[in-house]
Structures are given as C-alpha cells and as structure tokens.
C-alpha cells in the first residue's frame, strides 16, 4: 500500500480529533459532532448528485478507483528504459523478428502490443498512431475515473451547506425556545463539516493522487513507444539509451547511471 497516502489520509484524521479532544469537554466533546441526520444528508447527498452526472457504471468504477489510490504504483521508469535497451540490443544483434520470442515474456501489455506491430513490419507512422490512440483512451478512462472524485469534492461542502440550511430554518421556526438555539445551531453546522471533510479530507486528495498516477502512467508509456519507434528505426542502443534518459528527472538519471544493467551499445 502506498505509505503516503495512509500516513497522509490518517494525520488528517488525528489532527482533526485532536482539535476536538483537545477542548473544555475532552473526549466527550466527540459526541457533538456526531449526527447521523447530519451524515445522511451531506455524504448521501454528496453522492447522490455526483451519481446523477455519471453512467451507473462510471460512477461505481470511479468509487473504486480510491484503492487505486492507496496502492503503491509500479511505475519504475529507469527499469522500464533498461528493458527497452535490452530489446534493442536483441533486435541489432538478432533482428527484428527476434523480438516476437522477447515479447512472449513480457508482462507490460501495452511494450507487447508494440512490439509485435514492429514484428508484423507494421509501418512506423502507423505504429505510432495506434500506440497513441490507445494512450490517448488510457487516459481518458483515467479521467472519468478522476471526475468522479473531483464532482464529489464539489458536491460535499454543498449539501453540508444544504444541511446547514434545513437545520436553520427548522431552528428558526422555534425561537421562542430560546435554549435550543445553541444546541440546534450546532447540529445545523456539523453538516458543513461533513461536507468539509468529504472534499478536503477524501475527496479532492484522492483525485490528486489519482492525476500523479495518471501523469506517471502516460510518461511511462510515452516513454515505450520513442523506444520502440527508435528499434524500428534501427537506432543505436546507445543513441535510444540516452533519448530515453531525457524522459528521467536529474535525480533519476543519476540512479540509472550509477545502478548496473545500463543499455550497452552492440556493434553489428
């Protein structure tokens, strides 16, 4: 599971109820904010508008995509350079049609798709335009996952608003109980709360999490495919290594330069 978004989702959380315990009431200060016709507005409203932009489908697909979040993703692109020079040195030293042999093993499905267009004598222009068109669809399922999380951080601090709402007027409606006024105006505001933590504790941050996986899932695959175009090319090893490295932050290429395994450079 990715440590940063427990850590970061849990010290939400902590610093929250240490606000709350840490008050003239303490602990039992906890039960102020707990209002389950409060929670059933915000949260059920919340989810109820976010349902009505979305196909049913989208809508469940995208509330699953928050374990996506929370798991760590496997996008190692200094790994995935390595194994596109080792196919290249494979492909100089043995040809094209040897890669059909090395894509057999290849656990990447889009570095497979890829290579066997190659290995079909697929045209390079038509290579790239179909690696791209199905890019182009990964990411946009991405997105409509995304949008559900981000209409949901939209639609939460609203229908807290809502809640609040409908606690006013029926508090208002009862002034002349003067001692009520506290009590019901604080269970009026819990609603916003609600609606708060919804956007600002799950939502909006898990539709952040999901764009870095998103951005760093694309790089990677824009990586796979100048790496393949540059195999077809009959490119240098050498030469793509180092085209493939610019995709890299400083950082990281300095780990691929320094770790074992770099792409060699193969005379034939």
């Known amino acids: ?3 940063a978004t427990i850590i970061g989702l849990i010290a939400c959380f902590g610093l ?9 009431d303490g602990v039992a200060a906890v039960k102020n904010f707990l209002d389950p016709q409060s929670a ?5 409203g919340a989810l109820g508008a976010t349902l009505i932009q979305f196909k049913l489908s989208d ?3 995208g509330l699953k995509a928050f374990l996506v979040a929370i798991k760590i993703k496997k996008t190692d692109q200094t790994e995935q350079i390595k194994k596109i020079i080792e196919l290249s040195n494979v492909a100089r030293k043995e040809g094209i049609l040897a890669l059909e042999d090395a ?3 290849l656990e990447d499905e889009f570095l497979k798709k890829g290579i066997l267009l190659i290995v079909d004598g697929t045209e390079p222009d038509l290579v790239r335009a179909i690696l791209e068109t199905e890019l182009s669809c990964i990411e946009a399922r991405h997105k409509k996952l995304i949008s559900v999380w981000e209409t949901m951080a939209a639609m939460g601090p609203a229908w807290g608003m809502i809640g609040t709402l409908i606690g006013l007027i029926n508090m208002l409606k009862h002034l002349e109980d ?3 006024v506290g009590p019901n105006m604080s269970v009026a505001l819990v609603t916003t709360m609600y609606g708060s933590l919804l956007a600002n504790w799950i939502a909006m941050p898990v539709a952040g999490k999901l764009r870095v996986n998103n951005a760093e899932e694309i790089t990677m695959k824009e990586v796979i495919i100048e ?5 077809q090319a009959g490119e240098n090893p050498h030469v793509i290594e180092e085209k493939l490295k610019s995709f890299l932050a400083p950082k990281d290429r300095e780990r691929y330069n320094s770790s074992e395994g770099g792409g060699e450079e193969v005379n034939g």
């Open 1 to 3: 599971m990715d440590l």
């Open 16 to 24: 929250m109820l240490f606000g709350i315990v840490t008050g003239r």
């Open 40 to 44: 059933l507005i915000t949260f059920g």
């Open 59 to 61: 809508f469940f697909a």
């Open 103 to 105: 894509a057999a093993e």
């Open 178 to 180: 003067i001692n009520s």
């Open 227 to 231: 790496g393949l175009l540059s195999i």
